[in-house]
């Protein structure tokens, strides 16, 4: 949306999606998801209401991913979209910015993780799958079609947090075209659009 924009852009085209910049309601048509960037969660907040993206993401479907400024904006005080609450500079305001390994299970390689005045989740509801945590707080987890990172995985050269991302994209769409694709062999319902492309 604004921002850190042509960092995660930059990301996603390496990983093969097709990023579009989103700053009005109408541009959310057709996404096959969302990401909203870190930022100034107030000011973000402020600008999503002013241009009605708020009241737009109420019926957008697709899988969002939420960095920093993004999960909070995700969270039960705000959209209301994960069943999580954050909260803010909670790693101290005067701890500007720092880095970390996380891990991220499934044996893998710990992901380096870069904070900037960051915030971390104090509360999350049964749905919600943690998975990763810094000194025993969330800071990134997965709730359904949700996904939301305290860190910014747009500014390390890792596109594993992307790659998540977009396998829960392609997931949502490969669900969507396999119901698209019954509906297409049910003879009383219209038949279907072409593909689905993944255009994050
Ligand atoms: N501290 C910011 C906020 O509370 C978030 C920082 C970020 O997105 N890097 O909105």
Not at 47 to 69: K, N, Q, V
Not at 78 to 90: F, K, P, Q, T
Not at 121 to 126: S, T
Not at 156 to 164: P, Q
């Amino acid at each position: 949306m604004q921002g850190n924009f042509r960092e995660h852009a930059a990301v996603l085209r390496r990983l093969g999606a097709e990023p579009v910049e989103v700053r009005l309601p109408a541009q959310l048509d057709g996404l096959d998801g969302l990401i909203l960037p870190g930022g100034e969660s107030t000011a973000i907040t402020r600008l999503m209401h002013l241009y009605g993206i708020d009241e737009a993401l109420r019926s957008f479907e697709a899988p969002i991913f939420g960095t920093c400024a993004g999960m909070i904006i995700l969270d039960r005080e705000h959209l209301g979209l994960a069943d999580i609450r954050v909260e803010r500079n909670a790693f101290g305001r005067q701890v500007k910015s720092f880095e970390a390994d996380i891990d991220i299970g499934q044996g893998d390689e710990p992901v380096r993780a870069v904070f900037i005045r960051a915030p971390w989740i104090a509360e999350a509801g049964p749905d919600v799958d943690v998975l990763a945590e810094v000194d025993g707080h969330p800071v990134l987890a997965r709730q359904g079609r949700i996904l939301v990172a305290a860190f910014h995985p747009e500014l390390t050269d890792d596109t594993r947090i992307h790659e998540l991302f977009l396998t829960q994209v392609r997931e949502a769409t490969s669900v969507d075209s396999a119901e698209l694709e019954k509906r297409a062999k049910a003879p009383a319902l219209p038949a279907p659009g072409a593909g689905v492309s993944v255009r994050a």
